[in-house]
């Protein structure tokens, strides 16, 4: 079964009144099982405008991530996000398809040192951004990155949100960072520039 997602952007803009979100929403988190994959750290920006903090949170399925945003422990705690911050919240389908990398790693990155690319996506010409798709396997496969979350069903759940969003696990931050400056990646995003619009970060794991 996929995993659920939580993808969540902001500006946090009152320090103090934001401490009463995270001593709610901790707790709240772990009752659900949810992991923090992102929470924080440095981030490059590589395309787009980025937010100031970004959290990313992985959990057994979509229903569990739902769950534990709409359960009445995390919306106590939510209350005071809203107040001190202003931003986008995502839950999102996992994605469970072919991986680019298969052949060379069993799964992906995790533990300390494993970096991310978090990045959302409005496509305008679907049949030139499939070329993206195809021509960006060389260099996921390559700097042995691994999808978490390609698409997918998802819900805003607050703010907007972009209609295709990617999520990307690497060893680390500066395998990240050479998977996206590569001359593999550089080409496959000149189709993508030519179909669509984004954001994209590389980003410190938790």
């Given at each position: 079964?996929?995993k659920?997602?939580?993808?969540?952007?902001?500006?946090?803009?009152?320090?103090?009144?934001?401490?009463?979100?995270?001593?709610?929403?901790?707790p709240?988190i772990?009752?659900?099982?949810?992991?923090?994959?992102?929470?924080?750290?440095?981030?490059?920006?590589?395309?787009?405008?980025?937010?100031?903090?970004?959290?990313?949170?992985?959990?057994?399925?979509?229903?569990?991530?739902?769950?534990?945003?709409?359960?009445?422990?995390?919306?106590?705690?939510?209350?005071?996000?809203?107040a001190?911050?202003?931003?986008?919240?995502?839950?999102?389908?996992?994605y469970?398809?072919?991986q680019?990398?298969?052949?060379?790693?069993?799964?992906?990155?995790?533990?300390p040192?494993?970096?991310?690319?978090?990045?959302?996506?409005?496509?305008?010409?679907?049949?030139?951004?499939?070329?993206?798709?195809?021509?960006?396997?060389?260099?996921?496969?390559?700097?042995?990155?691994?999808?978490?979350?390609?698409?997918?069903?998802?819900?805003?759940?607050?703010?907007?949100?972009?209609?295709?969003?990617?999520?990307?696990?690497?060893?680390d931050?500066?395998?990240?960072?050479?998977?996206?400056?590569?001359?593999?990646?550089?080409?496959a995003?000149?189709?993508?520039?030519?179909?669509?619009?984004?954001?994209?970060?590389?980003?410190?794991?938790?």
């Open positions: 079964m996929a659920g997602y939580w993808i969540s952007r902001l500006d946090v803009t009152d320090a103090d009144g934001y401490k009463p979100y995270l001593q709610g929403a901790e709240a772990a009752s659900f099982g949810g992991r923090f994959l992102v929470r924080g750290g440095e981030l490059a920006d590589l395309e787009g405008v980025a937010r100031s903090r970004n959290v990313v949170v992985e959990f057994k399925d979509y229903a569990t991530a739902l769950a534990c945003y709409n359960s009445p422990e995390y919306q106590a705690a939510y209350t005071h996000r809203v001190s911050s202003e931003g986008e919240h995502l839950v999102i389908e996992g469970e398809g072919a680019p990398a298969a052949s060379v790693i069993s799964g992906p990155a995790e533990g040192g494993t970096a991310y690319w978090v990045m959302r996506i409005d496509v305008h010409d679907l049949e030139t951004y499939k070329s993206y798709v195809a021509a960006d396997a060389a260099a996921i496969e390559k700097y042995q990155g691994w999808f978490l979350v390609r698409g997918g069903q998802h819900e805003a759940v607050h703010g907007t949100a972009r209609l295709r969003n990617v999520l990307v696990a690497f060893k931050y500066a395998t990240a960072l050479a998977c996206y400056h590569s001359p593999e990646y550089q080409q995003l000149s189709f993508r520039t030519k179909a669509a619009v984004a954001e994209v970060i590389a980003i410190h794991g938790a």
